[in-house]
């Protein structure tokens, strides 16, 4: 069959999916209406703003909040898919739900979280997927980039950590699966990310390219195997890490995303994928850097195999270059792939209308359920007990790190647990010695710490005084610690091995203060199970 030269253009725009800006101006929103009419391009990827997109680390821009980020995503897509002579497939990053976008949607737990249920609780990670599905549905919205398949070795991980459902293989590919398949059973496609594994990296690709040291064995043994399983389960796409595997690639730094012998070779000849492959966002400076010329960066990631060009900067030119490079057969392989999924998607027909509303209700149902599921006692040495006894001889005291007392936990423990109350906000507004000098009279410390980030840069923004200030009480009152955050900030705890208690609660959302409370107060012990390994000092 002869294809005409528009024809075989107007196919390679389908491989292209440039971002788009939830909170943009109308300029560049008529820009992206342009780029859909002329070049007919494939799906576009959703992120709050300019500001937000994850390279815009040296610039610094604040993220300006906007309560009518989700109405406007709404109206947005309906413009986008107006534009559009074949139907387009949104997409966006939301392994934890629309909230990781857009402000005033429902938030579901950090795979990190998820990873710590037992095993036997892997329902609320299919139900997790099938909320965030319908919520992605309810705004027009039909491919979710999400969830990460990578097995989270290494504690230092500037970019992965909480977003893994943790370190063990097995536990990480079941829970990925059943994510998938919740999203799936609501008809919204999902993607595996980042292959071959970015778990064992210690460079953040967002701005350098991560090193992997392992041979293809040690991958196949521990990297691979959740996305073995994600094939195994018919996965509609796999996304390429911007990481370097010199054992697959002659000895070379080739980042994954620009590897044949990752894409075409590993993946698809020796692990038998067939689904869509889709490149890491080709603005991260790991590899947008490379080329001079625009547009090679997009054919060389099209010629390394993958079928969708992510957050593609140069869409024109990149067109160009596959038209001017790549077989027929090759355009065909991948457009085939991504009509395929428009079709799996149901967006074929014309259909593409935003369906269904946001259910905060069964958002906050489903919280709850993982809370009482989740939260994990890392020192149990009947901590309750100790707590209510010091309150009756007045000798207990509460003190809440990062949140005011008005939080949740402290609420609910007031039901039972009445005692003096003690905070620590910000450097600004809260006295560290006052503080220290207040809790002097007191002999049991009930500790609520809200760890303020999730990434571990500067120890989570834990300021040295707070790090100072539980060094000195855990090493001079019986302390209770609950720590509502990153479990792997545990280990730069100093003394947390001396505590009385130490409860993991992994997210500071009400259901998870509240259900720690309750446990609490009830003596109602909890099923979590650490997901990482963790060294506490």
Not at 71 to 77: D, G, M, R
Not at 276 to 286: C, E, G, K
Not at 337 to 353: F, H, Q, V
Not at 398 to 424: A, D, V
Request: proline letters at 4%.
């Amino acid at each position: 069959m002869k294809i005409t030269a528009e024809a075989l253009r107007q196919r390679i725009g389908q491989f292209f999916f440039p971002a788009v800006f939830i909170n943009d101006t109308e300029e560049n929103i008529q820009e992206t209406e342009r780029l859909i009419k002329e070049h007919n391009i494939g799906g576009l990827t959703f992120f709050h703003s300019r500001a937000s997109a994850a390279t815009n680390y040296e610039s610094k821009k604040k993220v300006v909040f906007n309560d009518d980020s989700y109405q406007k995503i709404k109206e947005l897509i309906v413009r986008y898919q107006k534009a559009a002579s074949t139907p387009l497939l949104i997409s966006i990053d939301a392994e934890w739900g629309l909230a990781m976008r857009i402000e005033k949607t429902p938030q579901y737990p950090y795979a990190i979280t998820l990873g710590a249920l037992p095993e036997n609780k892997s329902n609320l990670v299919f139900e997790v997927g099938k909320q965030i599905g319908l919520d992605l549905k309810a705004a027009g919205i039909q491919y979710n980039l999400s969830p990460l398949a990578d097995i989270n070795n290494n504690p230092n991980n500037p970019v992965i950590g909480y977003r893994s459902f943790g370190e063990n293989k097995e536990k990480v590919a079941n829970f990925a699966v059943e994510y998938l398949n919740g999203m799936s059973e609501v008809g919204v496609l999902g993607c595996l990310k980042h292959f071959p594994g970015h778990g064992n990296t210690n460079v953040d690709s967002h701005l350098g390219l991560p090193v992997l040291k392992e041979t293809l064995e040690e991958l196949l043994e521990n990297e691979l195997y959740p996305f073995i399983k994600g094939i195994e389960n018919n996965v509609d796409s796999i996304m390429i890490g911007h990481l370097a595997v010199p054992s697959l690639n002659d000895g070379k730094d080739t980042s994954a995303t620009l590897s044949k012998a990752v894409i075409q070779d590993l993946l698809r000849d020796k692990l038998g994928y067939d689904g869509l492959v889709i490149s890491d966002a080709l603005n991260m400076h790991s590899v947008s850097k490379l080329y001079e010329t625009k547009g090679q960066l997009e054919w060389e990631a099209f010629n390394a195999g993958n079928d969708i060009l992510c957050f593609a900067e140069n869409v024109p030119e990149g067109i160009e270059a596959i038209f001017k490079n790549a077989s027929p057969d090759r355009i065909f392989e991948s457009y085939s792939r991504i009509m395929k999924a428009k079709e799996k998607a149901g967006i074929l027909s014309g259909n593409t209308a935003a369906s269904g509303e946001l259910n905060f209700e069964k958002a906050s149902e489903l919280n709850l359920e993982i809370a009482l599921n989740a939260i994990t006692t890392i020192i149990d040495n009947s901590n309750s007990e100790l707590a209510f006894e010091a309150q009756k001889n007045n000798k207990l005291a509460k003190l809440s790190l990062y949140k005011n007392t008005e939080n949740t936990f402290f609420k609910t423990l007031n039901t039972k647990l009445e005692s003096p109350e003690f905070t620590f906000e910000n450097l600004e507004v809260s006295d560290i010695s006052s503080i220290k000098k207040e809790l002097e009279n007191f002999e049991t410390i009930l500790i609520s710490l809200f760890v303020p980030k999730a990434k571990p840069a500067n120890n989570f923004e834990i300021d040295n005084s707070v790090l100072e200030l539980l060094s000195d009480l855990l090493q001079t009152k019986k302390c209770i610690v609950y720590v509502f955050g990153n479990p792997y900030a545990l280990p730069i705890i100093p003394n947390l091995k001396k505590a009385s208690g130490l409860v993991q609660a992994y997210q500071d959302f009400e259901e998870f203060q509240k259900t720690a409370a309750i446990q609490f107060l009830d003596k109602i012990s909890s099923n979590g199970i650490l997901p990482v390994n963790i060294d506490i000092q």
